[in-house]
Each structure stands twice: as C-alpha cells, then as structure tokens.
C-alpha cells in the first residue's frame, strides 16, 4: 500500500532532543525555541516569531490579539480545517464564511468584500495547499476599512508571493508543524507578529499572561500576571525536534517540489482530455510542495476514484467539509449558499504525498489515475 502520509524525519531529531536534556532546560523557551525563531525571523523577515505547540494554538492568539469579543464579525473561508474557525468562536465571534473562488479552493476575494460590515475586526484568509489567496486584494480591502488580516499558513510554509514570503503579509500569522506539514515536529506550530504594536502582548500571553519573558531578559524585577494568556509554548523536546527539520529545509523543500512537479508533468495531458482539474497556480504564486491534488467532476466521480486507487494499493483522501453546513454552524442559523466551497468538499481528492515518494510510485499512482478516466 502506498500511503497517503508518511512523515520524513532527517535523522538528528533524537540527537537535538538529547541535546535539549543534557541542557537540563526541557520546558519551553530554552535553547532551541530560541535557535527556531531566529531562523525564521532571519529567513523570511517575520518582525517577531514565536513557537506554539500547535497551529491551533498560534491561531488561538491571533483572536486574543484581535481583541475579538462576543458579537464582533470574523470573516474566513467555509473551505477550511475547523481551528480556523474555533479560534475565534471560542472568542464568541459572528462567523462570517466566503465561498472559494470557482477555479480553486482558496478564499474569493469578491465575496469577502460584501460580508465587511461596521462590525467586521478580522479577515482571515488560508493559503490552500501553500499557493497564495488574492493578498494584494484582501490586503487592500483590509486596509480600506481598519480591519486586521490575518493569514492561516498552515500549509504555506517557504512559499511567496510576488518574491514575499507568506505569512508576512498579514497582522499576524500561524503555521503549523504537524507531522503532515512539510517541516514536522510531531505536533507544533509558530505564531509569527508583523503588526510591531502587538509583538509585546503577543509576547505575555505566550507567557501564560505574564511578563516573564521580560523578566528573563533582565527588563523587569519580577514577573507578575499582566493579562489574559495561556501555555502555549512549547516544550524543548519539541523544538529541538523542529530544529532538526530545519537543518535540512532546503532538501526537503527541493524534494517535496519535485514530486509536486512530477505530478503535474504526468497528470497535466490527461487532466485536459477528461473530466478534472489540477492545481491552479496564478501569476506571481509559487509551489511549495505542500500537497497535490484533483478536482473531480462530481462527488460520484470521486468515490469511484479512491475505491480505483485502494483497489490497486494507492490510499487517497478527501478533507475539508464546508464549515458553513456543518452540524454545529447549522444549529445557529442557516446554512449560507457557498457553491464553489461546497464543490472542492465534494469534488477534491488528494493524493499521495511526502518526502520518501519515490519517482516510479508517482509515476504508478499517475498511471492508476490515467487508467481510471481512460476507462469510463
């Protein structure tokens, strides 16, 4: 069976986390947090970096900086993973959910535009499958009306956008390290500032609501409960983990690329001839090789493509169901009319992906999938 995921550790990871407990500094906040946020904040010029023990928690942040209170408005994708959204329910926020743009899954900026109300504080856009939404729009409506952007990067990591990475566009953004993601920790995340004027806060509530990082750094006498926070730090084990992953980012990156790119070359002819789609990838994006995958023409037409696949050994999966027809969104009020995000629920199929694919499983899942639409 070819898998779906198989997550790639470099080798190093248990070396680093040794390192971690022969510092005798396994809680968080230590050497390697430290050597993981330099990095990024060196790399892609994110103002300030903080790791997160997951992306949900970096999110999570984002809404307490947003100052998200009961009955203010969030807009953001229906085609999204649910700590998107519960970030800013648990903050009682009105969810406002935009439809996908009708040739990919990513957040239509023409949408978002009618749902800006007077009461609107956050936009929050998904970079899906590590290719860009339409920033320079959203950013400019964002602007336009004094509403924070926020960018949920989870898939998005080493990807740019007209040569700037995502992730800097926004307020604030949050990545993700789980061991689906390009770069894994196990479970993890990073909470990145670009707004200078929350980078402080962020700071305390990272901190459990205390200035005890300050406190460290010799700026304050003691450390004392200055606000709201939580544990969102995480431990060193998991850092040095990360670190690891990053020692290698690079042959990561070019290997994951490859294999997107493989995919393209053998999909790309047959995509034409029938009845789906590949990846969109417009003017001034790039391809981080996140994840491939197809848009079937119908609910149907998927079905019988995973049975196809599992049949022949190939594990390939769906995701994301509209958040805007879920159970718990639908006992609040009426589904919304999202019809380009209920498509990609119904119609897209991921396939394969991950750094140890080799070149002739690729070739093989591209052959099952030719075979499957030339047999129809």
Known sequence: MIPFNKPYYTGKEVDYVRQAFERQHTAGNGYFTKLCQKFFEERCGFAKCLLTQSCTDALEMCALLARIQPGDEVILPSYTFVSTANAFALRGAALRFADSEAGRPHLDTRHVEKLITPRTRAIVVVHYG????????????????????????????????????????????????????????????????????????????????????????????????????????????????????????????????????????????????????????????????????????????????????????????????????????SLQCEPDDLQSADRFSDCLLRLPFYYELSDSDIRRISSSVREFYEQR
Not at 182 to 204: H, K, Q, T, W, Y
Not at 219 to 229: P, R, S, T
Not at 310 to 325: D, G, K, M, N, T
Request: aromatic letters at 12%.
């Open 130 to 329: 590590g290719t860009s939404v339409d920033l320079l729009g959203i950013a400019a409506l964002a602007r336009k009306h004094g509403i924070l952007l926020i960018e949920d990067a989870a898939h998005a990591i080493e990807s740019f956008y007209h040569g700037q990475p995502l992730g800097s566009f926004g307020d604030l953004s949050a990545f993700s390290f789980h061991e689906t993601k390009n770069i894994i920790s196990g479970e993890g995340g990073m909470l990145v500032i670009n707004n200078p004027e929350l980078i402080l806060r962020a700071e305390i509530l990272w901190e459990k609501g205390t200035n005890r990082s300050a406190f460290f750094r010799g700026e304050v006498a003691k450390y004392q409960w200055m606000d709201v926070g939580s544990s969102f730090l995480p431990s060193e084990i998991t850092a040095a983990a990360l670190w690891s992953q990053i020692q290698a980012i690079d042959d990561i990156q070019s290997r994951r690329v490859s294999i997107w790119r493989q995919y393209e070359s053998h999909l790309s002819d047959v995509a034409e001839k029938f009845s789906f789609s590949l990846p969109l990838i417009q003017e001034g994006e790039t391809v981080n090789g996140h994840l491939f995958y197809l848009t079937c023409a119908s609910l149907e037409e998927r079905t019988a493509l995973i049975t196809w696949l599992r049949e022949r050994q190939i594990q390939a999966v769906f995701h994301y169901q509209c958040l805007h027809s879920s159970p718990y969104h």
